[in-house]
């Protein structure tokens, strides 16, 4: 829950809450200006934790405090995810096999660093007729990568454009 959504002290609307103190210990139900009363005593605020129970579940803590803890497990959560980039290698069917060497190449790179990569070939004119050259080049490129790919998505036609989807192999 964001801290936005949360209500402290006044903006407190029930009229009977649910009270947790700030060591943790349940301290049962009680009217707002009651809890609110402890929280001022100890010098901290009291927090709407839980506003959709019956009644509203509170604690008290020290709101400062609550929130940088909160944005550090946010900032702690994003840091071990991990992006994945989706590369684009694009071809013609009629490529040369210096230029088709060098594209794996740049291929097997993309996929040991982590980012899928698309294949794409595209047709132009009369090529369209002759689809299968195609379907032999990406043969090719996956015979010159062997091993180090999982097909997302097999070779097919989308229009006037063949492509692939290859991401790397999961590390154990």
């Known amino acids: ?14 009229r009977e809450v649910r009270l947790i103190r700030d060591e943790g210990e349940p301290q049962g139900i009680m009217s707002t200006a009651q809890a609110l009363g402890l929280a001022k005593e100890a ?10 129970a019956v009644p509203p579940v509170v604690k008290i803590l020290d709101f400062g ?3 940088f803890e909160n944005e550090k497990k946010l900032r702690d959560s994003k840091k071990k995810q991990k992006l994945l980039k989706l590369k684009e290698i694009r071809m013609q069917p009629k490529i040369d096999d210096h230029d ?3 594209k794996s190449k740049h291929i097997k790179e993309f996929l040991n660093d982590g980012n899928k990569v698309k294949v794409t070939i595209r ?3 009369r090529e369209l007729a002759h689809t ?7 043969k090719d490129v996956l015979s ?5 790919y999982v097909m997302d998505k097999p ?11 290859l991401s790397p192999k999961p590390k154990k």
């Not at 010159?144 to 180090?148: K, N, S, V």
């Not at 070779?155 to 989807?165: H, I, K, L, N, T």
């Open 100 to 102: 088709l060497a060098f």
């Open 123 to 125: 047709f132009r004119g």
């Open 43 to 52: 010098g901290l605020d009291l927090v709407e934790v839980a506003p959709q």
């Open 65 to 67: 405090k609550f929130r």
């Open 132 to 138: 299968e050259l195609g379907f032999d080049v990406m």
């Open 155 to 165: 070779p097919a036609m989308e229009g006037r454009f063949m492509s692939m989807v």
């Open 144 to 148: 010159r990568i062997e091993g180090e």
């Open 1 to 14: 829950m964001a801290e936005k959504d949360l209500r402290i002290n006044e903006q407190i609307r029930a």
